[in-house]
């Protein structure tokens, strides 16, 4: 099943992710941010992985030479949440340190090796958030 956008929200939440988390060979959580103009609540499905007791996500927007709207609104306002199959929680999000990318982009490129190409077609470096769990 290949799904996207709001149908892909949709089927992941009303199953805690049975339909959904599971996409195109990877895995995928669910990020729930403020809008930094509007204040409306948005949520965007994205590829993920765990990195420690973190979780990582791509800024890529497919190489687009603009960020995706979600990462501008999470620096607006870096509370955000998140859903993994059943499990939501809140989580702090940062953008990874110089020193911290290097190993965190391979990590990344593992279960999704298109990063790389992305990276390319931009000038902009694509950055890695990081999901910093809110006990």
């Given amino acids: 099943m290949t799904l996207f956008g709001k149908e892909h929200v949709d089927r992941y ?9 599971d996409w195109r060979g990877t895995t995928i959580l669910l990020l729930s941010t403020t809008g930094r103009k509007s204040g409306k609540g948005y949520t965007h499905p ?12 791509v800024a ?10 979600w990462f501008l609104n999470l620096q607006a306002n870096p509370e955000v949440g998140v859903q993994i ?17 290097p190993a965190m982009w391979a990590h990344m490129l593992e279960v999704w090796p298109d990063y790389a190409e992305y ?3 931009t ?6 958030v990081v999901l910093e769990r809110i006990s």
Avoid: C, M, N, W
């Avoid at 994205?46 to 996500?57: A, F, P, S, T, V």
């Avoid at 000038?123 to 890695?128: A, N, S």
């Fill in 13 to 21: 939440v009303e199953t805690d992710g049975a339909e959904g988390y």
């Fill in 46 to 57: 994205l590829i993920y992985r765990d990195y420690g007791d973190d979780y990582l996500i």
């Fill in 60 to 69: 890529s927007k497919g190489g687009a030479p603009e960020p995706p709207e």
């Fill in 85 to 101: 199959k059943g499990e939501t929680f809140t989580a702090h999000a940062r953008v990874a340190t110089a020193e911290e990318k």
């Fill in 119 to 121: 990276q390319t077609k």
């Fill in 123 to 128: 000038d902009r470096e694509i950055p890695i």
